[in-house]
Nanobody, 123 residues
């Protein structure tokens, strides 16, 4: 089992900043990728940012230059620093992880989601 616990959501005015954090725990052998998705009311869930093993990062065009994703490999955490926030950034943000679990002779791969944290940006 893998658990993802998020923190850091809240209400902030437009132009402000927030930092989201997510910690993965459980019988994890390795984490191949961690990232953040978001889902606004009435919209599909979309990728915000992700970091892949080797520190390759990817961002949605809408957040480039404003958001920064980072990983702490030793602590199995991923953080999303969000600056210059806009009302359209309002959404539930979900942590996502692609993990390898189990011993080497019974290695399995899975994708897990956090419970979501609400980010609200007021205009």
């Amino acid at each position: 089992q893998v658990q993802l616990v998020e923190s850091g959501g809240g209400l902030v005015q437009a132009g402000g900043s927030l930092k989201l954090s997510c910690t993965a725990s459980g019988s994890i052998s390795s984490i191949n990728a961690m990232g953040w998705y978001r889902q606004a009311p009435g919209k599909q869930r979309e990728l915000v940012a992700a970091v892949i093993s080797g520190d390759t990062t990817t961002y949605a065009d809408s957040v480039k230059g404003r958001f920064t994703i980072s990983r702490d490999y030793a602590k199995n955490t991923v953080a999303l620093q969000m600056n210059s926030l806009k009302p359209e950034d309002t959404a539930v943000y979900y942590c996502n992880a692609h993990c390898a679990i189990g011993p080497w002779y019974d290695r399995r791969y899975r994708e897990d989601w956090g419970q979501g944290t609400l980010v609200t940006i007021s205009s």
